[in-house]
């Protein structure tokens, strides 16, 4: 796909497996965080959410984890499938509304 | 489902030329943004809205980019002239400024400066 390409963190996956991906953000005034998913030659796609007053949330197949002592974001992904295998993103939003995105871990399931 | 329309989906200019590209955000929502996403930079905020209104643009390049909103349903991102390191894909996303704050992004404008 156009997006994004040979430089990201890989993160390989056995099919059925757990997948747990790792964010570091940057700013400690950050008071809402996302996790988006972008497949190839597609727009990031909004996956989950979480904010700063919460430290863990949980929907379909994924949970979303918070560390703001250490400014940590992970995404934990259950029982991987193939339709996981894509880039995830993190973002943080401040003050305005400005989202700021992560560099992004590219996801590969194996059959 | 609602959906960011983003046109066109690719195009291919030649250095100097003008580009002009299109969002139509989804019904209802007051904060659009346009970001660009590289290989080396990933993605890269260059101007947002609310309300039809700029509120930061000082991710881009002021001498050639230019963002409008000409009204609700439309925002535009003009480069002129463009140049081969504008090459990108280009993403307009809409979201609303209360309630579910999960911005949608279109599907994006790939861009070949040649």
């Known amino acids: 796909g156009e997006s994004v390409g040979l430089h990201l963190p890989t993160l390989s996956v056995q099919e059925g497996d757990n997948s747990i991906i790792n964010c570091a953000y940057s700013?400690?005034?950050?008071?809402?965080f996302i996790w988006y998913k972008q497949e190839s030659g597609k727009g990031p796609q909004f996956i989950i959410d979480i904010r700063s007053n919460m430290d863990k949330r949980q929907g379909q197949r994924v949970t979303v984890l918070l560390n703001k002592t250490v400014k940590h974001l992970s995404l934990q992904i259950a029982a991987t499938q193939p339709g996981d295998s894509a880039v995830y993103f993190c973002a943080e939003k401040a003050a305005g509304n400005k989202l700021t995105f992560g560099g992004g871990t590219r996801v590969l399931v194996k059959p | 489902d609602a959906r960011v329309t983003q046109t066109p989906r690719h195009k291919v200019t030649e250095m100097g030329q003008e580009v002009t590209m299109r969002c139509q955000p989804i019904l209802g929502h007051n904060t659009v943004f346009w970001y660009r996403q590289t290989m080396m930079q990933g993605l890269e905020l260059l101007a947002y809205?609310?309300?039809?209104?700029?509120?930061?643009d000082s991710g881009m390049p002021k001498d050639r980019f230019s963002a409008e909103m000409p009204d609700a349903t439309l925002a535009t991102l003009k480069i002129q002239p463009s140049e081969p390191r504008d090459s990108a894909v280009y993403f307009c996303?809409?979201?609303?400024?209360?309630?579910?704050?999960?911005?949608?992004f279109g599907s994006g404008t790939r861009l070949t400066v040649v």
């Open positions: 809205f609310r309300n039809r209104a700029p509120l930061d």
């Open positions: 700013n400690s005034a950050s008071d809402y």
């Open positions: 996303a809409s979201g609303p400024s209360r309630g579910r704050e999960g911005y949608t």
